[in-house]
T-cell receptor, first 115, second 113 residues
Framework: GAGVSQSPSNKVTEKGKDVELRCDPISGHTALYWYRQSLGQGLEFLIYFQGNSAPDKSGLPSDRFSAERTGGSVSTLTIQRTQQEDSAVYLC?????????????FGPGTRLTVT | GNSVTQMEGPVTLSEEAFLTINCTYTATGYPSLFWYVQYPGEGLQLLLKATKADDKGSNKGFEATYRKETTSFHLEKGSVQVSDSAVYFCALSGSSNTGKLIFGQGTTLQVKP
């Protein structure tokens, strides 16, 4: 079946612009995660959704970052007033349900470059 | 808070050599432990996992044992191949129900023919 998809695959934007990154999880997966992979910080958790609610937003680095999920499916990560330090690969993952032992399935990522 | 520490890379080995990548963790409660792999140009994929102490995860010739007494989850393979060249990430998921992953820094493995 279809895996996790993300769009766009690459995004180049100017400093100060807003960007939206999209994630389509595997159908039926109720749990959705956003992570960021950058050279300086490695792989960092950003936010977790269970259904449409986000009980854990503890990894969002600043109030310029926000995310939403609608219909228990698609999620959008929005970065306002982008800065150069936002340049990274943004990964989305989904799993069938919450629970520490279940595998997360990762998308291919969106590579964001802020110039 | 929870954290994962991996040996720094890159690790360069000849084909058929023995591989160990060290991973230690700090966590409260009883986390689940994972190894993820990222092949060149591909996304992260689960390699193996262990959900309780003394469990051994295994896949594709790789193994790792959950050692609570030493808070470790070292990855091993008896005979590496060129196709194993990739970045390997150790990760934990804490005992809360969120299931979020805390990753180590990643270790790059290069296997030469």
């Amino acid at each position: 079946g279809a895996g996790v998809s993300q769009s766009p695959s690459n995004k180049v934007t100017e400093k100060g612009k807003d960007v939206e990154l999209r994630c389509d999880p595997i159908s039926g997966h109720t749990a959705l995660y956003w992570y960021r992979q950058s050279l300086g910080q490695g792989l960092e958790f950003l936010i977790y959704f269970q259904g449409n609610s986000a009980p854990d937003k503890s990894g969002l680095p600043s109030d310029r970052f926000s995310a939403e999920r609608t219909g228990g499916s698609v999620s959008t990560l929005t970065i306002q007033r982008t800065q150069q330090e936002d340049s990274a690969v943004y990964l989305c993952a989904s799993r069938p349900r919450a629970g520490a032992s279940y595998e997360q399935y990762f998308g291919p990522g969106t590579r964001l470059t802020v110039t | 808070g929870n954290s994962v520490t991996q040996m720094e890379g890159p690790v360069t080995l000849s084909e058929e050599a023995f591989l160990t990548i060290n991973c230690t963790y700090t966590a409260t409660g009883y986390p689940s432990l994972f190894w993820y792999v990222q092949y060149p140009g591909e996304g992260l994929q689960l390699l193996l996992k262990a959900t309780k102490a003394d469990d051994k995860g295994s896949n594709k010739g790789f193994e790792a044992t959950y050692r609570k007494e030493t808070t470790s989850f070292h990855l091993e393979k008896g005979s590496v191949q060129v196709s194993d060249s990739a970045v390997y990430f150790c990760a934990l998921s804490g005992s809360s129900n969120t299931g979020k992953l805390i990753f180590g820094q990643g270790t790059t493995l290069q296997v030469k023919p």
